[in-house]
């Protein structure tokens, strides 16, 4: 019966529309968990928490890129051992609590708790999906399928930090702008253990006919070993490091200039809206032109936008630097995911891709720290045109290091 199972399995996006889909829907929810989060936590910490400082306000982007990051790899290795749907179950589970929280927290470092269940759930959730869609597709659609999972994913987050933002503004900070997150949880989870199907087999049927050598040390080599895995990993960790300043320091940068709640939860949005509708197209992209020449691109713009929003001082001034942080980031995400699937054997792909989102997701934690640091001795905007200048500098690190 299980060879019959595996011998029946197609690898293809048309062929697996059905659970490809149930998935995009499943890490649309995933995200809106983050999306809870993204507009007005800074606002909740001032306001009802007395949280003013800026290391105060920015711990919880720390804790959840830490636990985010360990849990990626440890999603990675157990990926093979207990089967992606149960690690996607086990992630929604960990979320259960998140919104209560959220919504009845009497002090700040309960809702740094809430940040280590949500990093906890999208290293195992975000995680799971990843990894099942691209075992579902094969390798013609695999820029495709990524393309898709992080536009549902990350247009999510953009559409829950914008409507987080516009309920707060209408009803107050809590506890309603969380009542979302009960919905997300809920329907997740139903759909992971009622819907989902595990994909083993489609992992054993890719791997009869693959070519790709295996990895020596699958931690070294994407770490850093591999010219092509290695480039890749402190690309995305430079990505998620400017996007964790983004995400703690722009809604204070945005405030400080002046401008009200709906505003900043617009503009905040906008950056996270592009990306996701962006890699709609992106993704495709990737299967087609060269991943080294996109991934130079989108570093560069997000570098661009980044040091343009250091200048800007009306709202159209911030719009505009978002979009094209928005777009470079669209080229990147997708392609990362294809490139290190593309890379590694599917035997070791889970791994491999644990070990990026590990360094990937870490960028968070250290992009909030090296906030922190630059805010003691410079105002906080300069640390807008200092991740700037860095992500660059990471655009030059592809340039050179990474094979075509």
Do not use: C
């Amino acid at each position: 019966m299980r060879k019959t199972e595996q011998s029946s399995v197609k690898l293809g996006l048309k062929e697996n529309w059905q659970q490809f889909s149930l998935l995009l829907l499943i890490n649309a929810f995933v995200g809106g968990m983050v999306g809870l989060e993204r507009t007005i936590l800074p606002r909740l910490a001032e306001e009802e928490f007395l949280v003013v400082a800026t290391s105060a306000v920015l711990s919880f982007i720390i804790v959840f890129g830490l636990v985010k990051a360990i849990v990626n790899y440890f999603a990675g290795v157990l990926a093979n051992r207990l089967g992606r749907k149960k690690l996607l179950i086990i992630g929604w589970l960990f979320a259960i609590p998140i919104p209560f929280i959220l919504m009845y927290a009497e002090a700040w470092e309960y809702v740094v708790l809430a940040n280590v269940l949500l990093g906890v759930n999208q290293g195992l959730a975000w995680s799971s999906t990843v990894v099942m869609k691209i075992d579902l597709v094969g390798e013609k659609h695999r820029g495709l399928a990524m393309g898709l999972n992080e536009s549902f994913g990350y247009f999510s987050i953009a559409l829950v930090a914008f409507t987080t933002g516009w309920i707060a503004a209408e009803f107050g900070l809590r506890p309603y702008p969380f009542y979302q997150g009960i919905a997300f949880v809920s329907l997740g989870l139903l759909l992971s253990v009622f819907f989902v199907k595990d994909t083993e087999h489609h992992v054993a049927a890719e791997s009869r006919t693959n070519t790709q050598k295996r990895l020596k040390n699958i931690f070294w080599d994407t770490t850093w070993k591999d010219n092509n895995l290695g480039s890749v990993s402190q690309a995305g960790f430079v990505n998620n490091l400017n996007d964790g300043m983004i995400w703690g320091t722009l809604p204070i940068v945005l405030a400080d200039r002046g401008f009200d709640l709906k505003a900043i939860a617009l503009i905040v949005a906008i950056y996270p809206a592009v990306w996701g509708i962006g890699q709609l197209v992106t993704g495709k992209l990737s299967d087609h032109y060269n991943k080294k020449n996109m991934l130079v691109l989108g570093m560069a713009a997000q570098g661009v936008a980044l040091v343009a929003m250091f200048w800007a001082g009306t709202q159209l001034q911030f719009i505009i630097p978002a979009i094209i942080l928005g777009a470079g980031t669209a080229i990147v995400y997708p392609t990362f995911l294809s490139a290190i699937a593309g890379f590694t054997h599917p035997s070791q792909r889970a791994q491999s891709i644990g070990v990026f989102r590990l360094w990937r997701d870490l960028g968070y934690a250290f992009g909030a720290g090296l906030t922190i640091l630059l805010s003691r001795y410079f105002e906080i905007d300069m640390t807008i045109m200092s991740i700037g200048v860095l992500t660059l500098i990471s655009a030059l690190v592809i340039q050179v290091r990474m094979r075509s």
